[in-house]
């Protein structure tokens, strides 16, 4: 595969059946699902489903989740479009690298350069927005990275065991 899903390092590709166990471990770590607003597991069965259907275009899912591997095969994590608006040409933005040891290696910024390449070029997005907790600086730091802006402070808006958490509400216009 050649083009506008990869850059050399990784590649995007669609969810594959064979994905279910690793989705299950990453859907499952409730350290995540504060970023994910997950409150409660996901089961196979219902994954399952999901890759039943994953197969369906974005505009009729309003959605679509790419698979982040690198060029010797490894999947390291996922990266999503999601509220896709077609008639307002814009979509919701979500990234997880999920191997620890894939971190801090460049990964997540070449997955949304390509993400932002093919929302661009492909779906001819007018803009990108993302919603991210003040105290993720590391997600902060990519986003503004590759170009968007802090365009709103949701106060209190994510519940925590340690209280409420600000979110900044970001955007990339293409």
Known sequence: MNGILENGKIRLRAIEPEDLDLLFKWENNSSIWNVSNTL????????KQYLENSHL???????????????DGKAIGTID???????????????LI?????????FGSDALN???KYSEKVLQLNQLYCNITKDNTLSLKLFEKAGFEKNGLK???IKTSNGYI?????????
Do not use: C
Request: overall charge positive.
């Open 40 to 47: 409660t597991p996901f089961s196979k069965h219902v994954l």
């Open 57 to 71: 275009d974005i505009f009729q899912t309003k959605q679509f989740r790419f698979i982040i591997e690198t060029i």
């Open 81 to 95: 479009l999601f509220d896709f608006d077609p008639f307002h040409s814009r979509a919701g933005i979500g990234i």
């Open 98 to 106: 999920a191997d620890k040891s894939s971190r801090n290696k460049g």
């Open 114 to 116: 390509l993400l932002i």
């Open 155 to 157: 106060k209190n808006w």
């Open 166 to 174: 600000d979110e900044y509400f970001l955007q990339l216009m293409l």
